[in-house]
């Protein structure tokens, strides 16, 4: 008998997005049970006691807490189209890595620089930009449609989930977080993902996900009056 899957998540979030693409690229179907954030479920504090955020994956009576920890179970799991190389653990140390770099490094710079102003800000702008930089030359190295290829990998998850967080920031601030001279190859890596079947199968429409992204961004500044 097949144990069940779970996942706690909200609608819009960007590492929940990430668990449901890679489950839909594996074909694994499960229930999805939207949590209200300001007002957590008793399961979700059971399953996450440590974070208390979402996503939770819990496959059978198994909670998996983290959404880079739950991609790599969801892989080791479920073997067919896999999301991280199969016969390369050098390869598969490789993608884990600027996954990690993706949160650690690029996310948090993103952060710094859409809550910070003057000086500290174009700071925060400069260290983006280098860290961006990184990912816009292994694109132009690997001259591939996606990081995994010709199909969407762990890391292109990862990335891919958050993109639409650029647009609304550059679009509410005026600022010009990704100039299309200096990074030509990541901004078409983005158009792809986007537009990847997969992708629209299962993430909400850009739109929606930028819109929400935007009225998040106005409470960071202060600016929402509601």
């Not at 739950?70 to 896999?82: A, E, G, S």
Request: charged share 25%.
């Amino acid at each position: 008998m097949e144990r069940s899957v779970k996942l706690h998540g909200h609608w819009a979030s960007l590492f929940v997005h990430r668990v449901q693409l890679a489950l839909h690229l594996k074909g694994v179907k499960y229930e999805f049970i939207e949590e209200d954030l300001d007002n957590k479920s008793s399961s979700l504090l059971l399953y996450n006691p440590v974070y208390k955020k979402v996503p939770v994956l819990v496959h059978g009576d198994c909670p998996v807490a983290e959404s880079l920890v739950i991609l790599r179970y969801v892989d080791d799991v479920w073997k067919d189209n896999p999301i991280m190389p199969v016969d390369d653990p050098y390869e598969r140390a490789m993608v884990s890595f600027w996954c990690h770099f993706v949160d650690n490094k690029l996310f948090k710079s993103f952060g710094a620089a859409i809550r910070a102003s003057g000086e500290e800000q174009a700071k925060a702008i400069e260290e983006f930009h280098q860290n961006l930089m990184f990912l816009e030359q292994k694109l132009a190295e690997k001259g591939s449609k996606f990081f995994g290829g010709e199909k969407i990998d762990m890391l292109d998850i990862v990335i891919g989930c958050g993109s639409h967080w650029f647009k609304a920031v550059e679009e509410l601030s005026g600022l010009k977080l990704i100039d299309p001279i200096l990074f030509p190859h990541f901004l078409e890596w983005k158009q792809n993902f986007i537009e990847s079947q997969e992708v629209k199968e299962v993430i909400p429409p850009f739109e929606k996900l930028t819109d929400y992204a935007k009225s998040i961004y106005k409470k960071i500044l202060g600016h929402d009056n509601n």
